[in-house]
């Protein structure tokens, strides 16, 4: 995933005030599996608790996700804190769990555009996620709760962007899933309203959280969750519908939204959204 940027000439949004609630709550234990809809999370200074805990590398220690490969979002990652077992599947079969134990020292793993502190974790997750991509892969566990972000520690969209996007080519409303977003927001009617929002203060449920650019899409938007198809064309459809946004690095496709974490707290699913007033 690329690097957040700032639409040029947004128009300001409002003042500030309740301006929605939370639509539903995503997460991955895994970064570049199946997300799950869960109705509340616990969010860290680094991110979202048990979001992105792990990730996969190649024999070159460079992270391996759905740019590069898109079989992993048909199964599904699980980790328990209490028990210390991570498991992995595909439907509502588990085809391997096992505890996780950390081997070695802390080290450093490059994540696209920043370095990310992990640990190995290996166990039979290996073998089974080598077989699945046709190449030796290891999986490692971030250092920090929800450490395996890209930019940011949390990404949002909103229901009315997605519903702009229409639908699928099998007539089906545009997947949310495509994007990997975290905080799906319910507020209004408007399009894109959450990009006027960058630089400004959202109180979404316990939390504090500071929208920073826009989310550049990449190729992992492509493929639908539930089949990897990729007639539709995501990218081609945002560039239509919106036209290529002006940023501080020349023209973008974006998406979503970034946000750091200036109050960490819990959020679930129907809590108000309230835009802060400005400083």
């Known amino acids: 995933m690329s690097r957040s940027t700032r639409p040029g000439g947004a128009p300001p949004g409002p003042a500030n005030g309740t301006v929605g609630s939370v639509a539903s709550l995503d997460v991955s234990a895994t970064k570049g599996f199946a997300l799950r809809s869960v109705p509340a999370v616990q969010v860290s200074p680094t ?17 391996y996700s759905v740019p590069k490969d898109a079989v992993f979002l048909a199964y599904w990652t699980a980790y328990d804190p209490a028990t210390g077992v991570f498991s992995m599947g595909r439907s509502d079969i588990a085809e391997c769990a096992a505890v996780v134990r950390d081997v070695g020292p802390k080290r450093r793993f490059q994540f696209d555009e920043r370095l990310v502190d992990g640990y190995w974790a290996p166990g039979p997750w290996d073998e089974l996620v080598s077989e699945l991509a046709g190449r030796s892969l290891r999986l490692a566990r971030c250092a920090e709760p929800g450490g ?14 997605l519903r702009a996007l229409g639908a699928e080519l099998d007539g089906r409303p545009v997947d949310p899933r495509r994007f990997r977003l975290n905080v799906t927001l319910e507020v209004g009617d408007r399009p894109f309203i959450e990009d006027e929002w960058a630089d400004r203060v959202l109180e979404v449920g316990g939390c504090r959280l500071r929208l920073r650019g826009g989310i550049p899409r990449c190729l992992a938007v492509e493929h639908r969750p539930y089949d990897a198809d990729r007639g539709l064309q995501v990218q081609r459809r945002i560039r239509e519908l919106r036209g290529p946004t002006a940023t501080e690095w020349g023209p973008a496709v974006l998406f979503g939204m970034y946000a750091d974490v200036v109050q960490p707290g819990t959020v679930a699913v129907d809590d108000p959204v309230v835009l802060a007033p400005l400083p």
């Open 47 to 63: 991110g979202i608790v048990g979001n992105r805990e792990f990730f996969l590398v190649d024999v070159d220690e460079q992270l």
């Open 148 to 161: 395996g972000f890209d930019v940011h520690p949390l990404t949002l969209q909103s229901t009315a962007s």
